[in-house]
C-alpha cells in the first residue's frame, strides 16, 4: 500500500500532523494521502497522560475546537503545589513560582478522550487510520526510508504459523513519519542507524503510574490541580505526585519517578500506592472508589537530549523525540506543535514534487517555534534535580527559571545531565531494602488487581515480545549485582524470580505487560528490549 505520508503512532503528535497535512491540501487544492498506523485495538487505547493540557497547539490547529466538542471542558480554577513530609505538608506560595508553572488558561482532560476526539477530525479530512496494527519494521532503500511493515499476524509462541497467520504488509510512503511516543522500538532502531544522537545528551526518563477515581460526594472539587514533592521519596530520587479533578466526580492521580533512581530496592508502584494515604492526599480519595489503572515512560531529558529529528524519508514527532516540559509536567502541546511543524515541511517537500530526502524544514521550524524556547527556558532543571537532590536542587531549579523568565538567559549557560538512567543503580550490597506496607484494598492496592483495571489483553500463544538479549543474565548478572530490579521497576508484576529446586528461574509474565518500556530503559545491562506484540495487544485505556 503505497501513500504520501504514513505515520507510525495515533497519538496528539501523529494525528495532528495527519489534520495539518489535510488542511494544507485543501487550502492549497491538493490531493496529499495520509495513513496513520496505531498498535492500540483503538485510538486512545494506548495513550496515558496525566493530563492538564496547554491549548497553544490545538488553538492553532483547531481554532474552533471547543464548538466542534473537544472533550476539554474542565479549566484550572485551583492551582497548588506542596512540600509532602512524612506526615505533615508546606504548601508553596503561588506567587513564589515562576510564572511559567501556572496551570490557570488550562485544561484538565483525559488525553485518551482527546486523541479519540482528533482521530475524529482527522477521518473527516480524509486521513486514513488503522488501529490494531503496529508497525514492527522499517523499510529502507539506499539509506532512505520508504515506509514500514506491519506485524505479523498468527505465530505461535514457539515461532510456527498458525491456521490465522497473516504476513505484515508494506505501507510505504514519500515520508514517513514516527509518533511511537517515548522510546519507540523503531525510534530506537533509527537513532542508531542515523546517529541521530551525535550532537545531545543521551534521553533521561521517568515512569509515570496513573490512577482513576471516583471520588466521594463532596470531595469533588472540578477544575483542582495539585502537585507534590518530597515524601516518600528519599532527597536523592526525583519525582512527584499529581492530582487533577474533572468531569463530574473524576480524580485523576498518579506518581513519576524519575529513572536514574540509585536503589536497586525502589518500586515505582509501591512509592504510588504508599504517597495515597498521606493525609494531604488521602481526605480526598476516601469513600472513593479506583476505576482505571495504567503507566508509561515520560521523557525527562528535555532541551539538551532532543535528537536531529530528521533522516532521509522520515522525522520524529512528539515524544518520540522528547519534548516534555519537566517542570510543567507537559508535552502534548509540544507533541501536536512538532507534528504540525513536521507536516508544514512535508506538505511543502511535496509541493516542490521531492520525496526521500531529509527535511530539514522541519529542523528549522522547530527551532524558531515556541517549543524551542519552552525548553531552553528549563533545560537545567533535571540537571540540578538531579545532581543536588530535591531538598537543594528544587529551590535552585526555581531559581534558575525565575532568571529565565526576568532576564530571558541562565547564569548556568546549560548543564549536562550525568549518566544514562540504567547506570544510575548501586550494588545491592550498597543498599537497604525497602520494606514496604502492605495494600489496605481500600487506598492502595497490589499490582494484579491494579493491572486488571489496565484492562490489558494479548493473545497468550505469541511469541513473547519482551525480548532477552541473554537469557542467563537475569540470574546470573542482575539478581546477584542488583537483587534482579526488573522485579521492582515494572509496573505491572511482569518480570519474577522463581524460587525452585534447581535454584532461582526468571519469569516473564508477558500477558501482563501494560507497554510502558520502563524494562527497555532502566535494565541495567540493557539486556531487555520491547518489541511489538501482535496488533491490538496491551492495554485498553478509558478515561484516562
Known amino acids: 500500500m503505497e501513500y504520501d505520508v504514513v505515520i507510525v503512532g495515533g497519538g496528539p503528535a501523529g494525528l495532528s500532523a495527519a489534520i495539518r497535512l489535510k488542511q494544507l491540501a485543501a487550502a492549497g487544492g491538493k490531493e496529499v494521502s495520509v495513513c496513520v498506523l496505531e498498535k492500540g485495538s483503538e485510538i486512545g487505547a494506548h495513550i496515558l497522560s496525566g493530563a492538564v493540557i496547554d491549548p497553544i497547539a490545538i488553538d492553532e490547529l483547531i481554532p474552533d475546537w471547543k464548538a466542534k466538542g473537544a472533550p476539554l471542558d474542565t479549566p484550572v480554577t485551583d492551582d497548588r503545589f506542596y512540600f509532602l513530609g512524612p506526615a505533615g505538608s508546606i504548601r508553596l506560595p503561588n506567587f513564589a513560582m515562576p510564572p511559567l508553572m501556572s496551570n490557570h488558561g488550562n485544561y484538565i482532560a483525559s488525553l485518551s478522550n482527546v486523541c479519540k476526539w482528533l482521530a475524529t477530525q482527522a477521518e473527516s479530512l480524509g486521513v486514513e487510520i488503522y488501529p490494531g496494527f503496529p508497525a514492527a519494521d522499517l523499510v529502507i532503500e539506499n539509506g532512505v526510508v520508504k515506509g514500514v511493515t506491519t506485524g505479523d499476524l498468527g505465530v505461535a509462541k514457539d515461532g510456527h504459523h498458525k491456521d490465522s497467520y497473516t504476513p505484515g504488509m508494506n505501507l510505504l510512503g514519500k515520508y514517513t513519519l514516527f509518533a511511537e511516543g517515548a522510546r519507540g522500538s523503531l525510534t530506537k532502531r533509527l537513532t542508531a542507524q542515523y546517529k541521530l544522537r551525535e550532537n545531545c545528551d543521551f534521553e533521561k526518563y521517568g515512569i509515570g503510574l496513573k490512577e482513576l477515581w471516583e471520588l466521594a460526594p463532596g470531595k469533588h472539587k472540578p477544575g483542582l490541580v495539585m502537585h507534590s514533592f518530597g515524601w516518600?521519596?528519599?532527597?536523592?530520587?526525583?519525582?512527584?505526585?499529581?492530582?487533577?479533578?474533572?468531569?463530574?466526580?473524576?480524580?485523576?492521580?498518579?506518581?513519576?519517578?524519575?529513572?536514574?533512581?540509585?536503589?536497586?530496592?525502589?518500586?515505582?508502584?509501591?512509592?504510588?500506592?504508599?504517597?495515597?494515604?498521606?493525609?494531604?492526599?488521602?481526605?480526598?480519595?476516601?469513600?472513593?472508589?479506583?476505576?482505571?489503572?495504567?503507566?508509561?515512560?515520560?521523557?525527562?531529558?528535555?532541551?539538551?537530549?532532543?535528537?536531529?529529528?530528521?533522516?532521509?524519508?522520515?522525522?520524529?514527532?512528539?515524544?518520540?523525540?522528547?519534548?516534555?516540559?519537566?517542570?510543567?509536567?507537559?508535552?502534548?502541546?509540544?507533541?501536536?506543535?512538532?507534528?504540525?511543524?513536521?507536516?508544514?515541511?512535508?506538505?511543502?517537500?511535496?509541493?516542490?514534487?521531492?520525496?526521500?530526502?531529509?527535511?530539514?524544514?522541519?529542523?528549522?521550524?522547530?527551532?524558531?517555534?515556541?517549543?524551542?524556547?519552552?525548553?531552553?527556558?528549563?533545560?537545567?532543571?533535571?540537571?540540578?534535580?538531579?545532581?543536588?537532590?530535591?531538598?537543594?536542587?528544587?529551590?535552585?531549579?526555581?531559581?534558575?527559571?525565575?532568571?529565565?523568565?526576568?532576564?530571558?538567559?541562565?547564569?548556568?549557560?546549560?548543564?549536562?545531565?550525568?549518566?544514562?538512567?540504567?547506570?544510575?543503580?548501586?550494588?545491592?550490597?550498597?543498599?537497604?531494602?525497602?520494606?514496604?506496607?502492605?495494600?489496605?484494598?481500600?487506598?492502595?492496592?497490589?499490582?494484579?488487581?491494579?493491572?486488571?483495571?489496565?484492562?490489558?489483553?494479548?493473545?497468550?500463544?505469541?511469541?513473547?515480545?519482551?525480548?532477552?538479549?541473554?537469557?542467563?543474565?537475569?540470574?546470573?548478572?542482575?539478581?546477584?549485582?542488583?537483587?534482579?530490579?526488573?522485579?521492582?521497576?515494572?509496573?505491572?508484576?511482569?518480570?519474577?524470580?522463581?524460587?525452585?529446586?534447581?535454584?532461582?528461574?526468571?519469569?516473564?509474565?508477558?500477558?501482563?505487560?501494560?507497554?510502558?518500556?520502563?524494562?527497555?530503559?532502566?535494565?541495567?545491562?540493557?539486556?531487555?528490549?520491547?518489541?511489538?506484540?501482535?496488533?491490538?495487544?496491551?492495554?485498553?485505556?478509558?478515561?484516562?
Open 232 to 544: 516518600p521519596l528519599d532527597d536523592k530520587t526525583g519525582g512527584g505526585l499529581f492530582m487533577y479533578h474533572w468531569g463530574e466526580n473524576f480524580c485523576s492521580i498518579g506518581f513519576v519517578v524519575h529513572l536514574n533512581y540509585w536503589n536497586p530496592y525502589t518500586s515505582p508502584f509501591d512509592e504510588f500506592q504508599r504517597v495515597k494515604h498521606h493525609p494531604r492526599i488521602a481526605e480526598f480519595l476516601e469513600g472513593g472508589k479506583r476505576i482505571g489503572y495504567g503507566a508509561r515512560a515520560i521523557t525527562e531529558g528535555g532541551f539538551q537530549s532532543v535528537p536531529k529529528l530528521v533522516f532521509p524519508g522520515g522525522a520524529l514527532i512528539g515524544c518520540a523525540a522528547g519534548f516534555v516540559n519537566l517542570p510543567r509536567i507537559k508535552g502534548s502541546h509540544n507533541a501536536m506543535k512538532t507534528g504540525m511543524l513536521a507536516a508544514d515541511a512535508v506538505f511543502a517537500a511535496l509541493a516542490a514534487g521531492r520525496s526521500g530526502d531529509v527535511l530539514d524544514g522541519y529542523e528549522e521550524g522547530y527551532r524558531a517555534s515556541h517549543v524551542y524556547k519552552d525548553l531552553k527556558r528549563v533545560r537545567n532543571v533535571k540537571p540540578l534535580w538531579s545532581k543536588l537532590g530535591t531538598i537543594l536542587g528544587v529551590p535552585l531549579a526555581a531559581i534558575e527559571m525565575w532568571t529565565n523568565q526576568l532576564f530571558g538567559f541562565s547564569f548556568l549557560g546549560t548543564l549536562h545531565h550525568g549518566k544514562p538512567d540504567y547506570a544510575t543503580l548501586k550494588h545491592a550490597s550498597q543498599c537497604k531494602p525497602i520494606a514496604y506496607p502492605k495494600p489496605d484494598g481500600k487506598l492502595s492496592f497490589d499490582k494484579l488487581s491494579s493491572v486488571f483495571l489496565s484492562n490489558t489483553n494479548h493473545e497468550e500463544d505469541q511469541p513473547v515480545h519482551l525480548v532477552l538479549k541473554d537469557p542467563t543474565i537475569p540470574i546470573r548478572v542482575n539478581l546477584p549485582e542488583y537483587a534482579e530490579p526488573a522485579q521492582r521497576y515494572c509496573p505491572a508484576g511482569v518480570y519474577e524470580v522463581v524460587q525452585e529446586a534447581s535454584g532461582p528461574r526468571f519469569q516473564i509474565n508477558a500477558q501482563n505487560c501494560v507497554h510502558c518500556k520502563t524494562c527497555d530503559i532502566k535494565d541495567p545491562e540493557q539486556n531487555i528490549t520491547w518489541v511489538t506484540p501482535e496488533g491490538g495487544g496491551g492495554p485498553n485505556y478509558a478515561n484516562m
